[in-house]
């Protein structure tokens, strides 16, 4: 449904905040007495120089050159200054001169840093959370805290002590240059409550908090780096909109302001005096009217917004005396101290005003941990700035806040995927092939291309949905967003012909500049262009994952800030880190290293993994090649023959429905349901017993002997032909025919073959040989259209299938063999099973070939108790029925077509799953495992086989048991 405009009922919970005394200090630590004891100690004995030498706060670039970082030693040995706020440069050298600069300092420095959205607003080899325009648009307040602390623990682990942030500017005006996405909107209450979150987040991990830029930057279209800017606004005005986030902040104990350099007539009556040099706007206001008894800094002092204004020394001073205790990158520090130290000496700045902002400073850094300084440990340095938890932060950060605007008809989350020929087109100058990629795992997705406008709406016209993504720069939050002349001119043109959906991956703002939106039915907002927004996007847009995020800022009057339409999950696979779903990174890596031993031992040439927990896929690994000679790597399109997983993905699925509609009877007898068995041996088999191989059938038959030659052994001319002719239309290789009467053979000697003398457990592929004439008589059409229109087409698995060269490039298909006795050739596309490729390749028990992602997708269906993307294929209770050991008790583990856990000490499983899970290996070396009770979807795929089927490295080493244990030691929750 659409979100009406909501913020006001935030007001609301403003009185649930804990409550401070207007008075708070905020630099008061819960030592207090200990903290006043240090810092009494330390001003005591200062020299007047050092007492001044600590107003300033010194930029450092750590990529600079010796001569910059010898004047700032000079800085600290013989003008004593206070602090260091580090810029431009990577994490192991700040962490070095920040050490060499404490060793120097007499008094502890404090350091400080712009880290807005991260280290890496400024560091190389760090991570960035979303900027906060796209943080305004979630609505778990606990994820703007989580922000807020993962983003301290980082800057606490560099040694830094107080981050610039979080900016509470109002960004009114679209047009803003340098705040924009640094805000986290244009709403007073979704503004002040997050940055009261994010603040909260901050000194949870003991960072100190500094709220930007007093006394408002939102609304201005100049940038106070460049130039002065005008604030034009009344004082009611500011006081009700600019102010208020500052005021909320100063109730809930920011530790700082930073006061900017602003025109703000409506505050300071003297014409050109910047706001950070004007005592009635710094002493006044925010001091007095606010009641504000923290830190104040002043923005850059070498910002053209204020150095303009007075000369280098002069400005430090006027900064001073305006109510500002520390002076940020001054231009000229030797200069400036001397101002002020004479402007002390002639009484122009009293002892009591020193002391006022010299003592605040020290109760700061003994706040901030100074007074039990520790030099950083550069050890493991780079990795612990970049966790998992981060990025796992990351991706839940972007999924909540990507926002859907517009959803005509409901056409987000795409649903009935069979319907569906879909056209991703891109726009904008910057990467879009994560979100393509990721479309696709979801359904067959083709990128259309042209130079020409009718070109590319000629190639649209074979689709029936067309997702254009616009892709600008996510290198910084001041990046170009607006579309171009020619853009808005294809999505006009593109949406007027075509079902469209808009994914916008850069600021609202973009969308100001379309003419129209009415011939869109949908669009998205996805704020920026970050690897993870592309995914968490598509996965939004396929149903995987529900929109929540809201507006932070307005576009036009259709979509004003506040705009956004829930959506919920229709269930399909998400991606995302172990840690969000209670599992460990770090102990599921051991799986690589069995992977790599597995392809090193040579016990198969490559693989694909697949783990999923609670319908989110957290390990994905396609490892090594196609075959030994290494030509080919494995990717996550490359389609392995299933073997005997072909039961429990085709054949299975089919008889559940059968069982489901009553067509089908668990003690439904063999001669009842297929009268070519009335009066055989098989006539009184149950279906139930048959399909938990408990009916004294034969395991194996080799169908195929029979066609040989009896005396060369090779391939007899009887039954076999190079190339298609007459009753030889029968393909099992690359010319390879062989005579279409064999698939009626295979019936007669199934039914003919004797019965094995007890009733035991013993697997057969006979079974699902028998099935697969049923289900076919019972249709009459082919296994492989059936599991194709009942199941793949609306699921979006795309790539599993039945005879893959007829729709699948060689090169994506894995080879399984050579083989030498019976096909003499590489046999590459064709099922491996011999009885299966006598039967066309299409068998009941082997044929099906896929990739790791759409068997993950069919064994969720199972785990999800039969529905998938928004669809009831069974009713959970088939699913309990089908998945349930009978004859556990005679020894028997399977459930009715399904494996189980072993009941003894040899199984298909690690021993350590539970028992209500479910799932099939296959021959070539494949496995699919699902487990409800853990919610866990397990799948490996292989080529074990290749070039020799007697290869059984990877059977004899457990390696598949191995990595399922792994998976299961994972889990944390």
């Known amino acids: 449904m659409r979100i009406p405009q909501f913020y006001s009922v935030f007001l609301i919970l403003f009185f649930t905040l804990s409550c401070f005394s207007q008075n708070i200090n905020p630099l008061i630590a819960e030592d207090y007495k200990e903290q006043k004891i240090w810092v009494d100690s330390i001003y005591e004995n200062m020299t007047v120089q050092e007492k001044v030498g ?88 606990k994820l703007i805290e989580e922000a807020g602390a993962a983003i301290s623990r980082n800057s606490k682990r560099l040694g830094v002590h107080i981050n610039f942030a979080p900016v509470v500017d109002i960004n009114t005006n679209s047009l803003n240059p340098i705040i924009g996405n640094r805000s986290f909107g244009e709403e007073k209450i979704n503004v002040t409550l997050k940055s009261v979150s994010f603040m909260r987040g901050m000194h949870k991990e003991g960072i100190l908090s500094s709220a930007k830029h007093f006394p408002g930057h939102g609304d201005t279209k100049r940038d106070s780096h460049k130039t002065l800017p005008t604030i034009s606004f009344s004082k009611s005005r500011l006081d009700s909109i600019e102010l208020y986030p500052f005021k909320k902040l100063i109730e809930e104990g920011v530790s700082s302001i930073m006061v900017a350099h ?7 009556t003297e014409e050109t005096i910047p706001s950070s040099l004007s005592a009635t706007i710094v002493n006044d206001l925010l001091k007095k009217e606010l009641k504000f008894n923290g830190l104040i800094f002043t923005d850059a002092l070498n910002m053209k917004g204020a150095s303009n204004y007075k000369n280098p020394g002069e400005i430090d001073l006027a900064a001073f005396m305006a109510g ?15 101002k002020i130290t004479e402007a002390y000496n002639d009484g122009t700045i009293s002892e009591v005003r020193m002391a006022h902002s010299v003592r605040k400073i020290l109760f700061a850094k003994y ?24 990025l796992a932060l990351y991706d839940k950060l972007i999924e909540n806040a990507i926002t859907l605007i517009k959803n005509d008809v409901g056409i987000l989350p795409i649903k009935e995927l069979d319907t569906k020929k879909i056209a991703y087109v891109q726009l904008g100058d910057d990467d879009g092939a994560p979100f393509y990629h990721h479309l696709s795992k979801y359904v067959k997705v083709d990128w259309i291309e042209a130079t020409k406008l009718d070109e590319l709406l000629e190639k649209l016209k074979n689709y029936n949905q067309v997702i254009i993504g616009y892709h600008k720069s996510n290198a910084s939050p001041w990046a170009r967003y607006a579309f171009s002349t020619e853009e808005l001119s294809w999505i006009h043109e593109i949406s007027r012909n075509n079902n469209t959906i808009l994914d916008v991956f850069a600021r609202p703002y973009a969308l100001m500049d379309l003419n129209s939106s009415s011939n869109i039915e949908g669009i998205v907002m996805s704020y920026q262009n970050s690897e993870a927004a592309q995914k968490k996007s598509a996965e939004i847009i396929f149903g995987a994952l529900g929109a929540k995020g809201r507006l932070p800022v ?35 890596q051991k799986i690589d290293s069995l992977i790599n031993l ?31 000679e290494k030509t080919t ?100 290789a690359n010319e390879m025919f062989i005579r279409d009467d064999l698939r009626d053979s295979i019936m007669g000697v199934i039914r003919d073959s004797k019965l094995q003398p007890k009733q035991v457990y013993r697997y057969s592929d006979l079974p699902f040989y028998i099935m697969k004439y049923y289900i076919e008589d019972h249709y009459k059409t082919s296994l492989n259209y ?46 491996h099973d011999q009885g299966a490729a006598m039967q066309g390749g299409i068998g009941g028990h082997a044929g099906l070939f896929s990739n790791a992602t759409d068997v993950a997708k069919i064994m969720q269906l199972y785990l999800n108790g039969g529905t998938y993307g928004g669809k009831e294929y069974f009713k959970p209770e088939t699913l309990d029925k089908f998945n349930t050991c009978y004859y556990c008790d005679q020894d028997v583990r399977r459930g009715v077509g399904f494996d189980k856990p072993q009941l003894g000490k040899a199984g298909p499983t690690c021993g350590c799953v539970s028992l209500s899970s479910f799932g099939h290996t296959g021959f070539t070396g494949t496995l699919a495992w699902a487990d409800p009770d853990k919610e866990i979807v397990y799948v490996f795929l292989s080529n074990r086989t290749y070039p020799d089927v007697n290869n059984r490295k990877l059977i004899r080493e457990d390696i598949r048991e191995k990595i399922q244990e792994v998976i299961y030691e994972s889990i944390d929750d």
Request: glycine residues 6%; aromatic residues 10%; charged residues 25%.
């Open 262 to 268: 602003l025109n703000v007539p409506g505050l300071e």
């Open 324 to 338: 500002n205790d520390i002076l940020l990158i001054s231009e000229d520090v030797p200069k400036a101290i001397d």
């Open 554 to 588: 307005s576009i036009s009057e259709e979509f004003p800030a506040g705009t956004g339409y829930y959506t919920k999950s229709i269930d399909r696979l998400s991606y995302g880190y172990p840690e969000a779903v209670g599992m460990n990174f770090y102990k599921l």
């Open 367 to 390: 706040k901030a941990g100074l007074h039990n300084y520790k030099p950083i440990d550069t050890t493991n340095l780079i990795s612990e700035l970049n966790t998992v938890e981060d």
């Open 598 to 628: 597995a392809i090193s031992e040579e016990m198969t040439p490559g693989l694909q993994l697949i783990v999923a927990r609670k319908g989110k896929v957290i390990y994905e690994r396609n490892a090594g090649f196609h075959t030994y």
């Open 54 to 141: 600590q107003l300033f706060m010194v930029d450092v670039f750590s990529n600079q050159n010796g001569k910059n970082i010898d004047k700032v030693r000079e800085l600290i040995t013989e003008y004593h200054i206070g602090g260091i706020i580090f810029s431009k440069g990577g994490p192991q050298r700040q962490a070095k001169l920040n050490n060499e600069f404490q060793e120097l300092s007499k008094t502890p420095l404090l350091i400080g840093m712009d880290a807005e959205w991260g280290l890496a607003m400024r560091l190389d080899s760090t991570f960035a959370l979303p900027w906060n325009m796209t943080l305004g648009a979630i609505q778990d307040l």
């Open 786 to 831: 059936l599991v194709k229109e009942h199941f793949y087409k609306s699921l979006g698995a795309n790539t599993i299938t039945y005879l893959p060269l007829a729709n699948i490039a060689p090169e994506r298909i894995v080879p399984t063999e050579y083989d030498k006795l019976w096909r003499k050739q590489e046999v590459l596309g064709y099922v």
């Open 633 to 732: 790597k494995v990717t996550d399109s490359s389609v392995y023959d299933l073997a005997s997983l072909t039961k429990i993905l085709a054949s299975l699925p089919l008889i559940m429905e059968l069982e489901e509609k009553g067509d089908l009877k668990f003690n439904s007898k063999l001669g009842d349901l297929m009268p070519f068995f009335k009066g055989s041996n098989k006539a009184n088999i149950k279906l139930q017993d048959m399909l938990m191989h408990y009916a004294k059938l034969k395991p194996w038959i080799p169908f195929y002997i029979s066609t040989l030659d009896k005396e060369t052994k090779g391939r007899s001319v009887k039954y076999y032909r190079e190339e298609p002719m007459d009753i030889y239309n029968t393909q099992v």
